[in-house]
């Protein structure tokens, strides 16, 4: 009898992954694949009004959480960003390093990563301005941009220097106010606070009242009346285009919302506080993870209803 070695198989991932490796674009199935309520949900988005929500794989909701289909992607989602001037582009940012971007709401991912160091995308957004113009924070490593959805990369900052060291953003968020310095803000939620750089990446800095220029000229400012608590991560960070001063914050101790850009917080919600996204068009409808659970809030955060187990 002849020895025969049986090769490994090549599991779903695998190929996935051999796909992108090799720059080719994966084709899922045209139509959304039913699924049930998502579990160990991470990320939260919204595409128009399709709720997105990310764990093992990508789960969409047209209708508010009542019906779910699976979008799957190449490997494990780390990041995820939409902008509504694009509907059906989903930016997803992988665990394994690199961005993947879907043009037809997920049924189809390209990779986009030329340029881009390797390292986990720990965050993603697109410009409040411009959808073709893509922020990535890399692990261990910095801000990265691309200035033509996603074709090529270029490194724009260092990671924030918080509490005597670099910090990885774990949140992005490009938030269409004034700098005072021409352009808008991008800001970062970190394991040490929240904090923000103009678009012209100057700096880094607290955030304050007034502008860039204000917070140059004038050097420390005394803490906010309200300020987010100090000892806890941002983990998940949201702003809506519609309102770019209301802005929308997922720590351990809950939803934080600020309606004047981050200066001043109020506690929306109590719970283990996971992800948060906000529907670009509806800056009081709101999506979140507390205790393990998918809530909306139509409110701004006043009251929520429970969705599904997650």
């Not at 009898?1 to 674009?25: D, I, K």
């Not at 789960?59 to 960003?81: C, K, L």
């Not at 991008?186 to 800095?205: M, N, S």
């Amino acid at each position: 009898m002849t020895n025969r070695t049986e090769l490994p198989r090549q599991t779903r991932r695998h190929l996935l992954a051999t796909a992108f490796c090799a720059g080719a674009t994966l084709t899922l199935p045209g139509k959304p694949q039913a699924a049930g309520r998502p579990t160990d949900i991470r990320l939260l988005g919204f595409d128009g009004d399709i709720l997105m929500a990310a764990g093992a794989t990508l789960t969409i909701s047209p209708d508010g959480g009542r019906s779910w289909y699976e979008r799957p992607t190449p490997t494990p989602v780390a990041s995820v960003a939409t902008h509504p001037a694009r509907p059906g582009r989903i930016l997803a940012g992988l665990a394994q390093g690199g961005v993947v971007v879907s043009d037809d709401g997920g049924a189809t991912w390209t990779a986009r990563s030329e340029g881009l160091v390797s390292g986990e995308v720990t965050a993603l957004t697109v410009a409040a301005g411009n959808p073709d113009m893509f922020y990535a924070a890399i692990r261990g490593d910095g801000l990265w941009k691309s200035e033509d959805a996603g074709a090529t990369w270029a490194l724009a900052m260092d990671r924030p220097w918080l509490d005597e060291a670099e910090r990885d953003p774990l949140t992005l968020a490009s938030v269409d106010l004034e700098t005072g310095m021409g352009g808008i803000w991008i800001y970062a939620g970190t394991e040490k606070g929240l904090t923000r750089v103009p678009d012209c990446f100057c700096r880094w800095q607290d955030v304050q009242p007034g502008n860039a220029m204000d917070a140059l000229v004038a050097g420390d400012i005394p803490p906010a009346e309200a300020p987010l608590p100090t000892d806890e991560p941002v983990l998940s960070l949201a702003s809506a285009l519609t309102a770019p001063s209301t802005l929308y914050v997922a720590l351990p101790s809950g939803v934080w919302a600020s309606q004047d850009g981050g200066v001043v917080w109020a506690h929306k919600a109590e719970g283990q506080g996971k992800a948060i996204a906000v529907h670009p068009r509806d800056e009081n409808h709101v999506a979140a993870i507390l205790d393990g659970t998918l809530k909306l809030s139509r409110d701004g955060g006043a009251t929520w209803t429970a969705i599904a187990a997650a």
